[in-house]
């Protein structure tokens, strides 16, 4: 969406097709990061999107067994939002697409299921897509897979995938949030990982449990999972019974993996589609839009002009290699070195005597990293007719 607004902006005609009838999914990644909101500030757009309902983190604390730590402080970043902002992921869509169809060459088609790829002599030229009224056919001078870590167009276009691993799922759910409730938290403890955001008037909840693991929960009672949530966070005691049955909670299954190579003539994948994130951080869906953001400012000019050769596809790719492998490394190293033992120990955790130290040497270098990231993007594509 991201991407087609801003090739739209540029005087590039663009449909985005989208699966669904309307942007409707809870549980999707919807920490809005400051890196982003600096985006939606150089559209000039950053006063309008903040009208649109939403909670602003200063902080990320951590609770490591009896001991509270600040995992991120955002306050002394270079951006004009020190916060994240939690918002429904459906707003923020909906948000871009409203902008984005104030320029006549964007297009938005909604109930449109790719299913396949158009391929001539070696080139990717279009998409085929269910709809309810028949089968769609789109030729375009580029097709860009961004259709997430299941992506359809990734599958379809043959291009090999690396594995990186996540000894993790996680297990999301709605509970009631109370005025006098504390801030969002991160908690281990008891061989267990509990996030709570505050999204107003309910916590978004995630468990983080053993990879694999949900299905042996679910055919327990849902007691289980109550008591696991207490556990970590008595202050829910009289809330855990709003999980009524399993169907109340959703399944995030991690992965961890990139494409060795993002294209192939004719075609780019972004965002999670080229490199799926692990939630450590909430960094995925901003590091998408980074990921969109540089595709509009090298590909919206050979676009243009009708120049656009593989070698532009190919420096998308280098251009955000590094802030993937960086991000990713990051990632996986926590996976390895924090979550799994935690996990794989259900006794009370007390964390080491050095943590306190460490988190305040090392906090600003976080809080950066999950804040803005590795080479953050700046829009330089031009607005060249002005919104209708």
């Known amino acids: 969406m991201m ?27 919807d920490t809005v990061h400051p890196s982003t909101l600096q985006l939606m500030y150089e559209l000039g757009l950053l006063p309008e ?13 951590a609770r490591v067994g009896s001991k509270e730590f600040v995992a991120a402080d955002f306050s002394t970043l270079p951006t004009e939002c020190k916060f994240i902002a939690l918002m429904p992921q459906w707003d923020f869509l909906n948000f871009l ?37 028949g089968e769609l056919e789109v030729h375009a001078d580029l097709v860009v897979g961004a259709d997430g870590r299941g992506s359809v167009v990734r599958d379809r276009s043959g291009l090999q995938v690396d594995d990186l691993g996540a000894p993790m799922d996680v297990l999301w759910m709605r509970l009631s949030r109370h005025s006098g409730d504390p801030a969002s938290v991160l908690r281990f403890d008891h061989g267990k990982l509990l996030v709570m955001l505050d999204r107003g008037d309910y916590w978004q909840v995630g468990l983080v449990i053993r990879k694999g693991g949900a299905e042996q929960m679910r055919q327990k009672s849902i007691d289980i999972l109550r ?15 709003e999980l009524h049955t399993w169907d109340d909670v959703k399944l995030l299954t991690v992965k961890v993996d990139r494409l ?9 994948c972004i965002g999670d589609a080229a490199h799926a994130m692990s939630p450590i951080g909430g960094v995925g869906i901003n590091l998408a839009i980074q990921d969109a953001v540089a595709a509009a400012n090298l590909l919206a000019g050979p676009l243009g002009n009708g120049t656009l050769t593989p070698d532009h596809l190919s420096a998308v790719q280098r251009r955000r290699t590094l802030p993937t492998r960086l991000t990713q490394g990051m990632q996986v190293t926590i996976q390895t070195n924090v979550i799994a033992p935690v996990l794989a ?23 950066r990293f999950i804040g803005v990231g590795v080479r953050a993007e700046h829009i330089k594509t031009p607005d060249v007719v002005g919104p209708r």
Do not use: C
Request: aromatic share 8%; glycine share 8%.
């Open 260 to 268: 060795r190579q993002w294209w192939r003539p004719g075609l780019l």
């Open 345 to 367: 120990n259900p006794q009370p955790l007390e964390p080491p005597w050095y943590l306190g130290i460490l988190e305040r040497a090392t906090r600003r270098i976080r809080s």
């Open 3 to 29: 991407l087609g607004f801003l090739l739209a902006r540029a005087g590039t005609d663009v449909i985005v097709l989208e699966k669904h009838g309307d942007f409707l999914r809870d549980f999707r990644g």
């Open 49 to 61: 999107f903040l009208k649109r309902p939403h909670q602003e983190l200063a902080q990320l604390k």
């Open 227 to 241: 008591a696991g949530i207490v556990e970590l966070a008595p202050v829910l005691t009289d809330r855990v019974k």
């Open 97 to 133: 697409a409203e902008n984005a169809l104030r320029y006549p060459a964007f297009h938005l088609r909604m109930e449109a299921e790719v299913n396949g790829l158009i391929e001539d002599s070696g080139r990717i030229v279009g998409v085929k897509a269910k709809t309810p009224a």
